[in-house]
Every structure is written in C-alpha cells, then in structure tokens.
C-alpha cells in the first residue's frame, strides 16, 4: 500500500525567510513523488515531481524538493518565502511498482508567510 | 486554453435526490479521476478512468457512480446522496496513466441536507 504523511498541519514564516513543507512517504516498490499548491477557491496546481535521477527537483515558482530514500521523504523548500506563497501543499506518491495508476495524497499543510 | 471545467460549482441538496456533477477536459488526456477533499483528510481518490469505456475503483467509491463515454467527459453520478457525501469535489485529468502531472478542475462544493 502507499502513503503519505505531512506531520504539519500549519506552517508559519516571516516573508524572505526559508521555509521547509515536511512530506514522508510510505511504498513497497519505487516512489513517484509530487506536490501541488492550493490556493483559495482553486483547484491543485502543479508544482514539481520526483520521478528518478538528481535528489534535488526544481519546480515552479522558485521551489524545490529533496528526495531522500534512506529517510523516505520528499520535503518542500524555497530559499526565500513571499506573502504570496500562502496557500495548501499536498504531497502525493504513486507506488511504480504495484502497478496502481492513482496517487495518494497526504492531508495538506498550510503554509502561512507573514510579512 | 488547456483547462478542466466542472459544473456546478456550488451545489445544495436534499438526501436521496439524484444529481450529477460534470467534468469536461480540452486538453485530450486520457486519464481522469474524482476526488473529494475534507478537512484534515485530503484527497481521497473516488473513481478513475484510464481511457474511454475503462474505469475503476478508487479509495471511496461507495454511493458513487462514473461514465466515461467520450474522452473529454467524465461525470461522476450520486443516485441517493447522503449527508456524509457533504464535501469538495475535484475532477482532475492526466495525459496518460503515469500521473506525472494532473490538471485539476475548480472544484464543486456539495452539501447535502
């Protein structure tokens, strides 16, 4: 079975600070790892993925995250947090080797960037 | 522009009143997928579809029901809602099967009294 897990509920950071979303995951094969960004009334956009190679993924908007396997987790970072950053994150795994063709998202934490 | 509509956004109803919710997507993907999302749950995959007339089971299919009859539409159906199917529901497309990115609708609110 997979599984997510985001131990934070809330995240606070004062603007132009770094911030950290924490993501641990759960799977019996090979992970493809995700996060995507809520913002208010929105639907989930996308913001980057692990799928193998480098530990370190860049995507959108400045953010990247690091995938470590001994740790099993998939942490969310931007070097320098905007008040627009403020939203929902969800970190979502898909288990390669099950051959299930679904993700499985954690509960979402929310990031709150001060100014 | 590559999007995906629902329709309705918002939604009231009363217990046992059949409804459906639409999903449409322009951007010729042939996987979609419904979720809903409650508070402190996330999502939580109700139905998938990998291809015209091919879906499947998610993690909470129950009271629910989907059609995938042409690519682009993927309506999920409830034949008697219940007041636990009170929640936000996102449709969500993908260009194949490996989920490497999806695009989600805005999502429609549902309240069933």
């Known amino acids: 079975a997979q599984s997510v897990a985001q131990p934070e509920d809330q995240v606070n950071v004062a603007e132009g600070n770094p911030l950290t979303v924490k993501c641990t995951y759960s799977v019996s094969g090979n992970p493809y790892l995700f996060w995507y960004v809520q913002y208010p009334n929105r639907g989930l956009q996308f913001l980057l993925k692990y799928i193998t190679g480098d530990n370190l993924v860049k995507g959108s908007y400045g953010f990247e995250a690091e995938f470590n396997k001994s740790q099993t987790s998939f942490h969310l970072k931007k070097p320098s947090a905007l008040v627009s950053d403020s939203a929902l994150y969800f970190c979502?795994?898909?288990?390669?080797?099950?051959?299930?063709?679904?993700?499985?998202f954690g509960s979402g934490t929310r990031l709150q960037v001060q100014p | 522009e590559a999007q995906v509509t629902q329709n309705p956004r918002y939604l009231i109803t009363v217990t046992g009143k059949k409804l459906t919710v639409t999903c449409s997507q322009n951007?010729?993907?042939?996987?979609m997928s419904w979720y809903r999302q409650d508070p402190g749950l996330g999502l939580r995959q109700i139905y998938y579809?990998?291809?015209?007339?091919?879906?499947d089971k998610g993690d909470v299919p129950e009271g629910y029901k989907v059609s995938r009859k042409e690519k682009r539409n993927f309506p999920l159906i409830l034949e008697s809602p219940s007041p636990n199917q009170t929640s936000l529901y996102f449709c969500?497309?993908?260009?194949?099967?490996?989920?490497?990115?999806?695009?989600f609708g805005p999502g429609t609110r549902l309240t069933v009294t």
């Open positions: 579809s990998m291809n015209v007339e091919v879906t």
């Open positions: 951007m010729n993907h042939e996987y």
């Open positions: 979502a795994v898909r288990d390669v080797g099950t051959g299930r063709r679904a993700l499985t």
């Open positions: 969500a497309s993908s260009f194949s099967e490996n989920l490497l990115e999806q695009y």
